[in-house]
């Protein structure tokens, strides 16, 4: 499904470069103001958000109980609430469960905790085939999910958004929130991926070239 629906990155850079000295050439946007704009996705608006919230909901039961039953509240504690974001849904992956984010209507999105949407979730291929048949379109993105487990679509919309709680990989039981943090990805916040224990992040980038 991803390699369907994404442009290589390369190509990407390519055309935002563009983009971007064109409206500064035409004065409609300050360098400084896409600096800001910029910094505000990598720094304080992202995946790295919705990370937080899953590592903390890892490490404090309280909270993740908090999360669980009312999402809205729960990440407001957190101060991460905010543009299409402020009404959430959190979902838990278990052993017996797997859940998947779709919008069908358009691609609603938790902006303020996933940052930018990737371009496979708006496309219509992923739209449509996500509700019809999940499997297919998880096996698409390298996660098969057993036929034991249920796999449960969420459709989002413009009044609710919905976030994934993967389950957390072993071999972190002494890892502190930040350093869990960083094992979460966008796309297990989706669905469409699950989070790597430490030992298969590490086995992945010894086998790299």
């Given at each position: 499904?991803s390699?369907?629906?994404?442009?290589?990155k390369?190509?990407?850079?390519?055309?935002?470069?563009?983009?971007?000295?064109?409206?500064?050439?035409?004065?409609i946007?300050?360098?400084?103001?896409?600096?800001?704009?910029?910094?505000?996705?990598?720094?304080?608006?992202?995946?790295?958000?919705?990370?937080r919230?899953?590592?903390?909901?890892?490490?404090?039961?309280?909270?993740?109980?908090?999360?669980?039953?009312?999402?809205t509240?729960?990440?407001?504690?957190?101060?991460?609430?905010?543009?299409?974001?402020?009404?959430?849904?959190?979902?838990?992956?278990?052993?017996?469960?797997?859940?998947l984010?779709?919008?069908?209507?358009?691609s609603?999105?938790?902006?303020?905790i996933?940052?930018?949407?990737?371009?496979?979730?708006?496309?219509?291929?992923?739209?449509?085939?996500?509700?019809?048949d999940?499997?297919?379109?998880?096996?698409?993105?390298?996660?098969?999910?057993?036929?034991?487990?249920?796999?449960?679509?969420?459709?989002?919309?413009?009044?609710?958004?919905?976030?994934?709680?993967?389950?957390?990989?072993?071999?972190?039981?002494?890892?502190?929130?930040?350093?869990?943090?960083?094992?979460?990805t966008?796309?297990?916040?989706?669905?469409?991926?699950?989070v790597?224990?430490?030992?298969?992040?590490?086995?992945?980038?010894?086998?790299?070239?």
């Amino acid at each position: 499904m991803s390699s369907a629906h994404e442009h290589p990155k390369a190509d990407i850079a390519l055309r935002v470069k563009a983009i971007e000295s064109l409206l500064v050439e035409k004065g409609i946007v300050e360098p400084a103001a896409l600096d800001t704009i910029i910094d505000a996705y990598e720094h304080r608006i992202g995946p790295h958000s919705g990370a937080r919230i899953v590592a903390k909901a890892w490490t404090d039961p309280a909270f993740k109980q908090r999360l669980l039953a009312d999402g809205t509240g729960a990440i407001a504690e957190l101060g991460l609430t905010g543009f299409s974001s402020e009404h959430m849904v959190v979902v838990e992956n278990t052993p017996a469960v797997h859940n998947l984010i779709v919008c069908t209507l358009c691609s609603c999105y938790p902006w303020a905790i996933l940052g930018l949407p990737p371009t496979w979730y708006k496309s219509f291929a992923y739209r449509s085939r996500a509700v019809i048949d999940p499997r297919s379109v998880l096996q698409e993105f390298g996660l098969e999910i057993s036929e034991q487990v249920e796999v449960r679509v969420w459709d989002s919309n413009a009044d609710l958004r919905y976030l994934v709680l993967p389950e957390r990989p072993a071999g972190t039981e002494g890892m502190t929130e930040e350093q869990l943090s960083v094992l979460v990805t966008r796309n297990a916040m989706i669905g469409t991926a699950k989070v790597d224990s430490p030992k298969s992040e590490r086995v992945a980038s010894e086998a790299a070239p």
